[in-house]
């Protein structure tokens, strides 16, 4: 199988998709005679024109109305967001009018719209361009929320994300982009929406994560194998629909469980999680589940503290030494 | 005075009186509706915020007057009038208020909720400004699709301060799309007037700096109204000009059912009353003209407090949404690990003290 990039499984993905369907088509700033931002669309305006590929202006609030509009007449729009920091100008879009329309109207219209963004922090962009903020939309019934680890799952969750009917947030990360794994050409497979993976068996300590922390966990647990540790890696893929039954036959293996997860730990990710395991695994857990999250702070720009401030392998390895202590060998 | 008479007639008589009796009648029936709906909030049929069209009957029905079944709606929260007069039957409509599943939203809705897909009657939204970009969008996928007809976005005097409605008049006219901005200039958001609120209170000045053409109507004239809307949409289907209509109309009560309206001057209120009424002042100018008579005036009022009667008794005799249809139209593409119709049952009886 090729080996490609995950910027490649996109920049694939939107070209098959635009070229599959007429009624696709990519909006966002710099995405077209700029290339991207971040070079997921090149190439995209030179193949497919401007009507397919739509240079913005600064509006985010404004075009992200627009593209649910258009979506509720039928056309299957894929916005880019440059970061997920900038949606927050275009939240109310999102949560109170995407969300909402197809349930609030009795069924009578959907919203086949994808907004893609990268989250998370990484290269000291300090405190308002490093946030994550999934679990905003996570929390919001009516979207759809996925978040890939590798190019393989990048492009069968963005093509399951474009030919789906309802909103789905996509969420990327920055320090993915450059990652390589196998994908299949000339496979038109989907990752299907809602639906977590075990990446990795094991059978001392389940580790959940999604997108950059998973990839973070899959180095850990093979690092932990030469120690004789067995660290069996959950990918959830999508935070909303979260796939629980995947969360807890797992943690009903191991009986034991840490959660990884970029965004501050109150009210965070990996505090859902770690709810989730106690509803339905309780009986089940030999030790407190263990969170493992971003310091609460607003990201500082410094190097040494802008990488504290974020999870790390260490601090996974530390919380997995944790929850493993006082289990028999 | 002779001389606007004279005008006045021979303008009329270019009309077709059939549609001037229709006008009146749709007048008459958004009037009746909204008097009746304020009643059976009252009575606590409806819940809920609850926004009135009162006053502003000409403003719709001259709106309506002029779009195609090809044209959309987006409106905001005092939407009733328009989903009524684009055509959806009156029973639906409370039905919706009421909160019953026949209502147009299903009973998912409610008063500031109304959807009808088969008209284009594209929704009311709550959300002060909400509704604009969204119009925009849907004038994009026209264009985009190659569509005739023109999309409507509608809003009262007060949403033309907040962002989203800047950035739609720039998108609307960056790309030539086939938008009306209607504006509802009722003189108040709230409490808060259209001096209060807007460094530049004529309104229809506010497209200058994008370039869009505006211009203020007389909201209680339904057929001034009518004229220009038609005058702006051909524009808009045939050049992708947008344009904007400060269309000037006058609130009979407070902002909500529930307002007091204890902002505005009694004396204000009760004299704009008196001069504003369009469905009043269009009886009297068809009955000057002889377009209609007494017995065809009083012909009407029986047939639409009929049908008003009849839509409450529609809503009354309506079945409420059924419980394990919580999550139903949760999500358009099925989906895995989402809560269905048992999940329902359960945590309804929970919360009900049944279990
Ligand atoms: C973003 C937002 N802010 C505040 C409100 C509360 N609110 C509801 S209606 C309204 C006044 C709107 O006035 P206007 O646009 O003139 O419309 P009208 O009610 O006169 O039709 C306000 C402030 C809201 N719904 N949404």
Redesign the interface.
């Known amino acids: 199988m090729p080996v490609i990039t995950y910027r490649q499984a996109l920049n694939d993905t939107l070209g098959e998709e635009l070229a599959r369907d007429p009624n696709v088509?990519l909006m966002g700033e710099e995405i077209g005679v700029f290339q991207g931002s971040y070079r997921i669309t090149e190439g995209l305006l030179q193949e497919f024109g401007p009507?397919r590929v739509v240079d913005?202006?600064i509006?985010e609030?404004?075009?992200?109305?627009?593209?649910?509009?258009?979506?509720?007449?039928?056309?299957r729009p894929v916005v880019e967001i440059m970061t997920i920091n900038f949606i927050l100008v275009a939240i109310?879009?999102v949560v109170?009018?995407a969300s909402k329309?197809?349930?609030?109207?009795?069924?009578?219209?959907?919203?086949?719209l994808v907004i893609r963004t990268p989250s998370g922090g990484t290269g000291q962009l300090a405190a308002t361009h490093s946030q994550s903020f999934e679990n905003w939309f996570a929390y919001c019934?009516?979207l759809?929320v996925v978040a890939p680890s590798t190019p393989y799952d990048a492009k069968g969750l963005l093509r399951a994300a474009i030919r789906?009917?309802?909103p789905v947030m996509f969420i990327e990360s920055l320090a993915l982009y450059d990652t390589k794994g196998e994908v299949p050409e000339d496979d038109d497979y989907t990752v299907?929406?809602?639906?977590a993976e075990v990446k990795r068996q094991g059978t001392d300590v389940t580790v959940v994560s999604y997108s950059r922390m998973t990839a973070v966990a899959m180095q850990v647990a093979q690092r932990l194998e030469g120690e004789g540790i067995s660290v069996e890696v959950v990918d959830l893929r999508s935070l909303r629909?979260?796939?629980?039954?995947t969360i807890i036959a797992s943690v009903k293996k191991t009986n034991r469980a840490v959660v990884i997860a970029e965004d501050w730990y109150s009210y965070g990710v990996t505090a859902e999680i770690a709810a989730t395991i106690q509803d339905e695994a309780f009986d089940y857990l030999d030790a407190p589940v263990r969170r493992v999250a971003g310091l609460e702070v607003p990201l500082p720009y410094a190097k040494e503290l802008s990488a504290a401030s974020k999870p790390s392998a260490n601090s996974l390895i530390y919380a997995i030494r944790k929850v493993l202590e006082g289990k028999k060998k | 005075m002779a001389k606007v008479e004279d005008t006045q007639r021979s303008a009329l008589e270019r009309e077709n009186p059939d549609d001037l009796r229709h006008y009146y009648y749709q007048m008459l029936l958004l009037r009746r509706f909204e008097e009746r709906t304020s009643e059976m909030y009252v009575k606590a049929k409806i819940g809920g915020y609850c926004h009135l069209n009162l006053g502003e009957e000409a403003t719709i029905v001259g709106l309506m007057a002029a779009l195609t079944p090809d044209d959309?709606i987006?409106t905001n929260y005092r939407e009733h009038g328009y989903i009524i007069a684009r055509g959806v039957p009156p029973g639906p409509v409370m039905a919706e208020l009421f909160g019953k599943e026949t209502?147009?939203?299903?009973?998912?809705?409610g008063s500031m909720?109304l959807?009808?897909?088969k008209t284009h009657f594209?929704?009311g939204?709550a959300?002060v400004g909400?509704q604009?970009?969204?119009?925009?969008?849907?004038?994009?996928?026209?264009k985009?699709?190659g569509k005739p007809g023109v999309v409507v976005a509608q809003m009262g005097d007060g949403t033309t301060n907040i962002?989203?409605f800047y950035?739609?008049l720039?998108?609307a006219k960056?790309w030539n799309l086939p938008v009306l901005f209607f504006i509802v200039n009722n003189g108040y958001g709230m409490g808060t007037s259209v001096e209060m609120g807007s460094s530049e209170p004529d309104l229809w000045k506010k497209g200058a700096s994008f370039r869009i053409h505006g211009e203020r109507i007389d909201g209680t004239d339904v057929l001034a109204v009518r004229d220009a809307c038609r005058r702006l949409r051909a524009r808009a289907e045939q050049e992708g000009e947008p344009a904007i209509l400060d269309v000037v109309s006058f609130r009979f009560r407070g902002h909500s059912v529930i307002d007091a309206d204890r902002y505005r001057d009694p004396e204000f209120v009760r004299s704009g009353r008196e001069k504003h009424d369009p469905v009043r002042n269009f009886a009297a100018l068809l009955h000057d003209h002889d377009i209609v008579d007494d017995d065809w005036l009083k012909a009407m009022t029986d047939r639409v407090e009929k049908e008003v009667q009849e839509a409450i008794d529609f809503a009354n005799a309506s079945p409420d949404p059924r419980f394990e249809d919580m999550y139903?139209?949760?999500?358009?593409?099925p989906?895995?690990?989402?809560p269905g119709p048992e999940d329902a049952i359960r945590e309804v009886k929970i919360n009900r003290g049944e279990l």
Request: overall charge negative.
């Open positions: 088509l009507k913005t202006p509006a609030e404004g075009f992200v109305g627009l593209a649910v509009g258009a979506a509720m007449l039928g056309l109310d879009q109170n009018h329309i197809h349930y609030m109207f009795g069924g009578q219209v959907r919203v086949p019934p009516g759809k789906d009917d309802d299907p929406i809602g639906v629909p979260l796939d629980r039954p | 959309y987006f209502g147009v939203s299903g009973g998912r809705g909720h959807f009808d897909a594209m929704g939204y959300i909400g604009v970009p969204l119009a925009v969008g849907a004038a994009y996928a026209l985009y699709q962002g989203a950035e739609s720039n998108l960056l139903v139209n949760m999500y358009a593409t989906v895995p690990n989402i």
